[in-house]
Nanobody, 125 residues
């Protein structure tokens, strides 16, 4: 099993920035990719960004391209989500997730095997 712990959420003004972190522990050798998802009240969990754990290839939702950047530090078993120019549509609970399977698109929550507890991001106007 892989355990994931997110941090870095909080309250920020519109146009501001936050950096989320997610530390993985346990059977990290089994990780194929890491992803960030978010879920706002009354909405489904949606894909934000993902990164291939070995080669660093990244994938992002169109809604965050040019504003959010996913990165990883393999030595620290940590994945980051740098969020810039936060907007009114970005507030949500942000979840980190780990996928073990190679046969995935990385954009669907059901493809991930392990999840963190989530961290709240709030944007004030």
């Amino acid at each position: 099993q892989v355990q994931l712990v997110e941090s870095g959420g909080g309250l920020v003004q519109a146009g501001g920035s936050l950096r989320l972190s997610c530390v993985a522990s346990g059977r990290t050798v089994s990780i194929y990719a890491m992803g960030w998802f978010r879920q706002a009240p009354g909405k489904e969990r949606e894909f934000v960004a993902a990164i291939n754990w070995s080669d660093g290839r990244t994938y992002s939702a169109d809604s965050v391209k040019g504003r959010f950047t996913i990165s990883r530090d393999n030595a620290k078993n940590t994945v980051y989500l740098q969020m810039n120019n936060l907007k009114s549509e970005d507030p949500a609970v942000y979840y980190c997730a780990a996928a073990r399977s190679l046969l995935v698109t990385l954009r669907r929550p059901g493809e991930y095997d392990n999840w963190g507890q989530g961290t709240q991001v709030t944007v004030s106007s």
